[in-house]
């Protein structure tokens, strides 16, 4: 883990928490085989080494699973990463979930949607053997949230 940073202080601006990524503390996420990020108004595309990784391993297990049974790989779609405390405040005026000490806030946080696997409802059920396969392994929490998405937090 860079810096052995466990998890970044929350950040004012967008500016303050590119100054981590510049200063080698946080990774750029940018969309590839694995996953797509949606746009993203409310945060920014950065996480710590570690959550990263989780990121990857993710993707390599649902993508091991897909090639397993057979089916087609849909890569899943990235909806939040790192959020500054500007961006919260602006998101808590019109979303109800949002709080004031998001998780978001520590670079390690990511929401996945489950309603953009569409259809496929046997690559969504492959996905999610393997965040659960990673939540049992103590990688990470997860939280449902009906608004369309999985909240992760990376350990």
């Not at 959550?51 to 990857?56: G, W």
């Not at 998101?91 to 990511?110: D, F, P, Q, Y």
């Amino acid at each position: 883990r860079a810096y052995g940073y466990d998890a970044i202080n929350p950040k004012e601006s967008f500016e303050d928490v590119e100054a981590f990524y510049e200063a080698g503390i946080l990774e750029k996420i940018d969309s590839n085989a694995f996953y797509t990020l949606d746009k993203m108004n409310y945060s920014a595309p950065y996480l710590l080494p570690a959550a990263a990784e989780f990121l990857q391993d993710l993707g390599m297990r649902y993508a091991e699973k897909c090639a397993a049974e057979g089916v087609k790989y849909y890569p899943f779609e990235i909806t939040s990463i790192t959020r500054c405390t500007g961006s919260v405040k602006k998101l808590r005026r019109g979303n109800r979930n949002a709080i004031e000490n998001s998780a978001h806030l520590r670079g390690k946080t990511v929401d996945i949607s489950y309603r953009k696997f569409y259809s496929q409802t046997k690559q969504l059920n492959l996905f999610v053997d393997a965040l659960y396969e990673l939540k049992s392994e103590g990688r990470c929490f997860v939280k449902y949230e009906r608004t369309g998405c999985l909240h992760i937090t990376a350990r």
